[in-house]
């Protein structure tokens, strides 16, 4: 049965009030009720979801964020607190696999500064996370940044070397190299591995 529009816009507005007020656990009670009443309204489920990450409870607030994803699949914004909340909760990983979603989203809005952040977060918490790396060069060759895509280009090399693939972490390296032909740690890099391959197996 549907619910009770009159209890549910009276209860949203003692809600708002409440968090206008700071009174986040009011707030939370208050949201619940419209939810009792129309449980489906998204625009509910996201203030109820901010009083209860106000409210530091954060496992949650996550819950109600990532439903809230799923039923607005194309707005970042609830998936972006998603991946804030799972860094929250020391979930390095995961968290790094939702930037990196939220940075996709971004990119199909046509919105690349904020897809550019969101990669750029993926990476800081999981920095071996390749296609990171890789997205951040395209990007940074894009805006004519040799500098700073060399140096993603390096980390991926890097990277790619600790997997023990040196014929790719090579060709990375000649990769910032390319772009960025004054880059001496990419020198460096190329004549490091060139010697390691010329050392005979003992």
Do not use: C
């Not at 890097?158 to 772009?179: M, P």
């Amino acid at each position: 049965m549907p619910g009770n529009r009159s209890v549910f816009y009276k209860v949203i507005k003692k809600g708002h009030n409440a968090a206008w007020d700071g009174q986040w656990k009011k707030a939370a009670e208050e949201y619940r009720r419209a939810l009792a009443e129309f449980p489906d309204d998204p625009a509910v489920r996201a203030s109820l979801a901010q009083a209860l990450e106000e409210l530091g409870q954060w496992e949650s607030a996550l819950k109600e964020y990532q439903n809230l994803a799923k039923v607005r699949a194309r707005d970042p914004m609830p998936l972006a607190r998603v991946a804030a909340l799972q860094e929250k909760l020391g979930r390095r990983s995961e968290a790094s696999t939702t930037y990196f979603g939220v940075a996709d989203l971004f990119l199909q809005s046509k919105q690349l500064a904020r897809a550019f952040e969101a990669w750029k977060k993926a990476g800081e918490l999981e920095p071996d996370r390749a296609e990171v790396h890789q997205r951040l060069a395209e990007i940074y060759v894009r805006r004519g940044q040799s500098a700073l895509a060399a140096l993603e280009y390096l980390e991926l090399a890097h990277i790619f070397r600790k997997r023990g693939d040196v014929i790719q972490a090579r060709a990375l390296a000649e990769q910032a190299l390319g772009v960025d032909p004054n880059n001496l740690a990419a020198r460096a890099l190329i004549a490091e591995m060139g010697r390691a391959a010329s050392v005979p197996a003992s």
